[in-house]
């Protein structure tokens, strides 16, 4: 069983729209490497998990897992975070998350925007 982050990577990484706009090299999963992090790579994808949990149980035995993913998007215009960003939330609820949180500003250290948005999902444990 892949690790949930593992399996939005994929999903990200396999879908033609996206990477027409984000080349797969610039989805990353937990970091970005500093060599990276500069304007010329933009746009850019981090994918973080924040959190899971074991939830629903039968006969002792956990049957889901409750999921929390962020996904960070780097872009040189408001525009483009805009489109790319709607592609991945088609993505992720094409995988049966949840989009709950967002936050857009601007990266000082990079001077990118930056669009930062969570998901959540209950998956089955493939027993």
């Known amino acids: 069983m892949k690790l949930p982050i593992q399996e939005v990577e994929q999903s990200l990484s396999n ?20 060599e990276h992090q500069v304007v010329e790579n933009a746009p850019m994808i981090r994918i973080n998990e924040l959190e899971s949990y074991r939830k629903d149980y039968a006969d002792d035995e956990v ?7 962020q996904i960070d998007l780097w872009t040189k215009k408001i ?9 991945i939330d088609d993505i ?15 990266d ?19 027993l």
Do not use: C, G, H, W
């Not at 879908?15 to 500093?34: F, G, H």
């Not at 049957?63 to 993913?69: A, G, L, R, Y």
């Not at 992720?92 to 601007?106: G, K």
């Open 15 to 34: 879908n033609v729209e996206l990477t027409s706009l984000v080349p797969d090299e610039r989805i990353y999963m937990v970091y970005v490497p500093e």
């Open 63 to 69: 049957q889901t897992i409750s999921v929390d993913i």
């Open 79 to 87: 525009e483009e975070a805009r489109v790319i960003q709607s592609i």
């Open 92 to 106: 992720m609820a094409d995988n049966d998350y949840q989009q709950y949180a967002s936050a857009f500003d601007r």
């Open 108 to 126: 000082p250290d990079i001077e990118l925007y930056r669009y930062a948005r969570r998901y959540r999902a209950t998956k089955y444990i493939n």
